[in-house]
């Protein structure tokens, strides 16, 4: 069993990464454990919110749980709690191993991880208690924001050490993660402080929009294509299709991504010129996207048969076919034209559903389908059969609430335009509702099922039992 | 350079970064500079509404209660006070507060929004929303009536029945009289837009004067409706 089908080439002579104390796995596994719990808590919000729509929500009357607020829960759980830690146990796995050097400190790892998952409770619990702040995507009570920020200068520190230590040609993942790092702490700070303290008005819009962008951009999507270049060769064991592609899609992001935030506020009061760069720059990220999308499924030209056997590559790839989707959709309803009907319907939910879930959620299922039973000592997950399920749930959920919240945002936006009375559209919508609902309870049950089957495969993990998975199960740990 | 670690930090990590703040950032804050910030206190002091003296009137011993005489000062706070609920329960996440030239909006909302209007301390963060599941409410001032709003945040659907707002009875007392927040909740979105001279009210108008059956001379006047319509469109 020796590594590594991707990185640069001195790691292949060395045996299993794992033999030197390089991994602690245990952070990972509480990365995980806290981002699934985070993942499970903000679905359920979800689920409730969307009751509002069909006159039915569930808590109505208490202030604690007022939808507006629950519905912050949702987004922010997501994004701080699910997405930002499963990347942070994702980046405790990988970069040490394409470095060969161990994080700054084990210890500062640890409170890294409380210090992060206090962040995320007292969010959740300043959200409820009615202390939002006006910046979408980054709705964390300003008093949560200084403490935020150091805990990503934190997570720089402490991740980036390895990689200045480390001498000889970088693997593209560290591209990635060394820029995603210092973007992140700066997108941070931007959309949390220059709106509220320093910039008001029309200015402070042009300014959000900039952060609701860069925090998919620039935080999510980077890390998530580092780990993708980095599991997805390890997995296939060849190396990724086209080094030029690589970098290409590295710098087009780097450059094209930043300048794209005003395309939230089209038709707002900021400049015209402004909204137009923006617009030209969004269609330039598809472009580049696309040479991405390429070079993935170059590489897996010849392997296309992991789709069927290999679970995790499964969830990798069909999450890629989402991300060509969704860049592909934001051509086209970044221009003016398709805005004035689409803008503040739901088509454009749909849009972020597909993308936080489709795109990102897919690719960290996929990651803890390949890490998790490894990472408690099992030798493969209780049962594949749950875990195809899981799978297939997820991904029908995903395409039925995605096709009915794009129809429904078009049935608005026409609406709208043809000047309907307000209530009337409210009816119009109510189906694509009701449908959404279900949508999103088939994608949470598929999330309970993967939970049973964790809990199931720790269990074995402990017992030292026998596999029963197979390969299908994602029970590929051969790394 | 492309691929080295100084390059990577220093080119895309910060100069690209930085580049696109000051293009896209920075540039549009110089441009609205010169628009001085006014505070909620010279907000209150070009005049108070009709709507907020209403709830003086109507509910005086409450009034004083929560904010005192009926001044300036008790108006700015309550603005304040309104647009903090208006954050706190994602009021924003289901309206717009900006009119767009395009959809026939100023047909239905009125004036297009312009950059002035958001240059006051109440809109920072700017409150421009990203979603309408409600209408936009930039131009919501004596639109409705106090009463109105009463009804409609203890139980939306007690006016509107097929609204998905949610309820919040926790803006009125155990008498069902709005309380501090409901009060300064109501002056605030009474408040949006009553700088704008005039603007429609498109669908109050549709409710309450059902349209004629057709009749020889009624066809004529929608269709001159029609016209305007896809002039402005």
Not at chain 1, 90 to 105: D, K
Request: aromatic share 16%; hydrophobic share 50%.
């Amino acid at each position: 069993m020796t590594t590594i089908a991707a990185g640069p080439p001195r790691v292949a002579g060395l045996d299993r990464a794992e033999s030197l104390p390089l991994v602690n796995e245990r952070v990972v596994l509480c990365y995980f454990v806290a981002s699934f719990t985070f993942f499970i808590i903000a679905l359920l919000a979800g689920l409730a919110y969307s009751l509002t729509f069909l006159q039915s929500y569930p808590f109505a009357g208490i202030e604690w749980l007022s939808p507006g607020r629950v519905r912050m829960l949702h987004t922010n759980g997501l994004a701080y709690g699910f997405i930002a830690n499963a990347f942070l146990g994702g980046l405790h796995w990988a970069v040490p191993r394409l470095t060969l050097r161990s994080v700054l400190s084990d210890k500062l790892s640890w409170l890294i991880f409380v210090v992060w998952q206090l962040i995320v409770l007292s969010t959740a619990v300043g959200l409820l208690a009615g202390e939002a702040q006006a910046v979408e995507w980054g709705e964390t009570p300003v008093w949560i924001d200084p403490v935020a920020v150091l805990g990503l200068l934190l997570v720089g520190a402490n991740m980036l050490t390895p990689v200045i230590r480390f001498k000889g040609p970088m693997y593209v993942s560290l591209w990635y993660f060394i820029a995603a790092l210092v973007w992140t702490a700066l997108t941070y700070t931007m959309g949390n402080f220059f709106p509220q303290y320093w910039i008001g008005g029309t200015a402070s819009g042009a300014i959000i929009g900039l952060f609701i962008h860069d925090l998919v951009g620039l935080f999510v999507t980077p890390i998530g294509w580092g780990l993708m270049y980095y599991f997805v060769p390890i997995i296939l064991k060849k190396p990724i299709w086209s080094h030029g592609l690589s970098l290409v899609g590295f710098w087009g992001l780097a450059f094209f991504y930043p300048l794209n935030g005003i395309h939230h506020f089209l038709y707002t009061p900021i400049p015209m010129f402004l909204q137009h760069g923006a617009i030209l720059a969004t269609i330039a990220v598809e472009l580049v996207v696309t040479t991405v999308i390429v070079n993935f499924f170059a590489t897996l030209r010849g392997s296309g048969d992991a789709l069927r056997t290999n679970l995790p590559i499964r969830w990798f790839y069909v999450g890629m076919v989402f991300y060509f989707t969704t860049c592909l959709q934001c051509a086209f309803q970044v221009t003016l034209t398709f805005q004035r009907i689409i803008h503040f319907s739901d088509w454009v939910v749909g849009h972020a559903h597909l993308v936080m879930f489709g795109v990102f959620g897919f690719w960290i299922l996929g990651m803890m389908t390949y890490l998790f039973p490894r990472l408690v000592g099992a030798s493969g997950w209780y049962s594949a059969k749950l875990n195809s399920w899981h799978f297939w749930l997820s991904a029908i959920g995903m395409l039925v609430m995605v096709l009915d919240l794009t129809m429904a945002g078009l049935v608005q936006g026409f609406a709208w335009d043809a000047l309907m009375i307000w209530e009337e559209t409210l009816r119009a919508s109510t189906p694509f509702w009701l449908v959404r609902t279900y949508a999103g309870g088939a994608m949470i049950l598929a999330q309970f099922l993967f939970l049973y089957n964790m809990v199931k495969t720790a269990s074995m993990g402990r017992n030292g039992a026998a596999v029963s998975g197979g390969i299908v199960s994602g029970g590929k740990i051969d790394v | 350079m492309f691929e080295s670690k100084s390059g990577v930090l220093v080119i895309a990590g910060l100069a690209f970064f930085i580049f696109a703040f000051i293009v896209m950032g920075a540039l549009p804050w110089t441009i609205y500079k010169d628009q001085p910030e006014l505070t909620a206190l010279e907000l209150a002091d070009r005049g108070l509404t009709h709507e907020f003296v209403g709830l003086a009137e109507q509910f005086p011993e409450r009034f004083a209660e929560y904010f005192g005489d009926v001044t300036p000062g008790a108006f700015a706070e309550a603005l304040t006070l309104g647009r903090d609920v208006y954050v706190a329960e994602a009021c924003w996440h289901c309206h717009s507060q900006f009119v767009r030239p395009v959809a026939r909006e100023d047909i239905r909302w009125g004036p297009v929004a312009h950059a002035r209007e958001y240059s006051n301390e109440l809109q920072r963060p700017v409150l421009f929303g990203t979603r309408r599941v409600g209408p936009d409410l930039s131009r919501e001032a004596g639109r409705r009536s106090n009463d109105w709003h009463i009804a409609h945040f203890y139980d939306p659907t007690s006016v509107v029945p097929l609204s998905v707002m949610p309820r919040y009875t926790w803006f009125f007392d155990e008498n069902r009289v709005p309380n501090k927040k409901g009060m300064a909740v109501i002056s605030f979105v009474q408040w949006l837009g009553c700088w704008v001279d005039e603007y429609p009210y498109y669908e109050e108008g549709l409710y309450s004067n059902p349209a004629p059956m057709p009749s020889a001379g009624a066809d004529d006047e929608l269709a001159k409706h029609g016209d305007a319509v896809d002039e402005k469109a």
